[in-house]
């Protein structure tokens, strides 16, 4: 689902069970859940982690400057 997949934060991603958990908060029916992850989600998931971490937040300028 599109909310779901929106609201996913890295730390709902368990690698060593290979799993992403919906959050209940979250989820349509308001029930945790797991949905399984293959070898090359998990690694494309840990790049775009990776890649987070080198990220800075936008702020927003009230003009040229």
Same mark, same amino acid.
């Given at each position: 689902? *599109?909310?779901?997949? &929106?609201?996913?934060?890295? +730390?709902?991603?368990?690698?060593? %069970?290979?799993?992403?958990?919906?959050?209940?908060?979250?989820?349509?029916?308001? *029930?945790?859940?797991? &949905?399984?992850?293959?070898? +090359?989600?998990?690694?494309?998931? %840990?790049?775009?982690?990776?890649?987070?971490?080198?990220?800075?937040?936008?702020?927003?300028?009230?003009?040229?400057?």
């Amino acid at each position: 689902r *599109k909310s779901e997949l &929106i609201n996913m934060q890295f +730390e709902d991603v368990d690698y060593d %069970r290979k799993v992403v958990v919906v959050q209940s908060h979250v989820a349509k029916n308001h *029930k945790t859940r797991e &949905i399984p992850l293959s070898e +090359e989600l998990i690694a494309i998931i %840990r790049d775009l982690e990776l890649e987070a971490a080198k990220r800075r937040p936008v702020t927003q300028r009230s003009g040229p400057q």
